[in-house]
């Protein structure tokens, strides 16, 4: 069993992880909010009834995860889905033309 006690690394405001790509740009922003409630992966799907290695894939932006599924996060974080959409989306670098 792993141990709950074991939190990633808040990731900090000069550490913002950027992408192009909408679902790593979810992944990083449902990270940071992880991080932010101080949980483990294994304690955020305990809450969510997911498992580990999905949580970890949808972080990793691995898995695009269902609206459904966004909801259950938003839910969790105390947060509008709106709002954690946004969030990710401010991730997403625009290329310069």
Do not use: C
């Not at 940071?32 to 969510?48: D, F, G, I």
């Amino acid at each position: 069993m792993r141990n709950h006690w074991l939190v990633a690394k808040p990731i900090g405001a000069d550490k913002k992880r950027t992408t192009a790509n909408l679902s790593e740009a979810l992944g990083a922003e449902l990270t940071q909010q992880r991080t932010k409630h101080r949980w483990s992966q294994e304690r955020l799907a305990e809450k969510l009834g997911y498992d580990i290695s999905y949580i970890g894939q949808i972080e990793r932006g691995e898995k695009s995860p269902t609206l459904h599924t966004l909801m259950n996060f938003a839910e969790v974080f105390e947060l509008r889905l709106s709002a954690l959409i946004r969030a990710a989306e401010s991730r997403i670098e625009v290329p310069q033309k």
